[in-house]
């Protein structure tokens, strides 16, 4: 299963992109993506290399691809798409209409109204989201709960080490701005050389 593509962004448009990969000097290969327009109104010019997260699947005998800016928005999509009564392309309106940790959250509070608001979805549909995906997603709020965990453990080890909270708190949010995988020691390291 191809998981992402890294290529230059020839063209881009409300839902769709194309992405050109160099196999060799002399060729490459032009991929047509699908996306939702929360991917569209992050891609980068057209011209620079872009990273997109991509499911491939057949829709009616054709094979489609679909892009993602992140792998939270594909992850949300795989899992949409598995539902009865959500095929891709309602999964991609969903994720146009709002963000992963958007349609997360309305899923976990039970907003209806707000997942009934994007066109397509409905009272009825949205309900049967809640219903069917209401503490069944865990993934991503687990991997936002590490992330902030690492970043706290940071925090504390910097403060420790005679950094007022709130300057540790900065140096820390510097430091995961610009690289997100990173260990609670890797953090700590830059952090303070950056400092000094």
């Known amino acids: 299963?191809?998981?992402?593509?890294?290529?230059?962004?020839?063209?881009?448009?409300?839902?769709?992109?194309v992405l050109r990969v160099n196999l060799t000097e002399d060729s490459s290969i032009d991929f047509e993506l699908t996306i939702p327009l929360s991917t569209f109104e992050r891609l980068k010019k057209e011209g620079e290399i872009e990273l997109l997260y991509i499911y491939p699947t057949v829709v009616k005998g054709?094979?489609?691809?679909?892009?993602?800016?992140t792998e939270e928005d594909r992850l949300l999509f795989t899992r949409l798409i598995k539902l009865i009564g959500i095929g891709?392309?309602?999964?991609?309106?969903?994720?146009?209409?709002?963000t992963a940790e958007e349609i997360l959250a309305a899923i976990s509070n039970e907003d209806v109204k707000?997942?009934?608001?994007?066109?397509?979805?409905?009272?009825?549909?949205?309900?049967?989201?809640?219903f069917e995906l209401k503490g069944k997603i865990p993934?991503?709020?687990?991997?936002?709960?590490?992330?902030?965990n690492i970043e706290d453990q940071a925090v504390e080890?910097?403060?420790?080490?005679g950094l007022k909270p709130k300057e540790a708190e900065s140096a820390v949010k510097k430091v995961v701005v610009t690289s997100k995988e990173l260990s609670v020691e890797e953090i700590i390291k830059t952090a303070l050389s950056q400092i000094k």
């Open 88 to 98: 891709p392309s309602l999964a991609i309106r969903l994720l146009s209409g709002m």
């Open 62 to 69: 054709e094979l489609i691809f679909y892009g993602f800016k």
């Open 139 to 148: 993934e991503i709020g687990e991997e936002e709960k590490i992330s902030k």
């Open 157 to 161: 080890a910097l403060v420790a080490l």
């Open 1 to 17: 299963m191809l998981y992402s593509i890294r290529g230059r962004l020839i063209s881009k448009k409300p839902f769709s992109c």
């Open 114 to 130: 707000a997942l009934a608001g994007i066109k397509g979805v409905g009272k009825k549909r949205a309900e049967r989201l809640i």
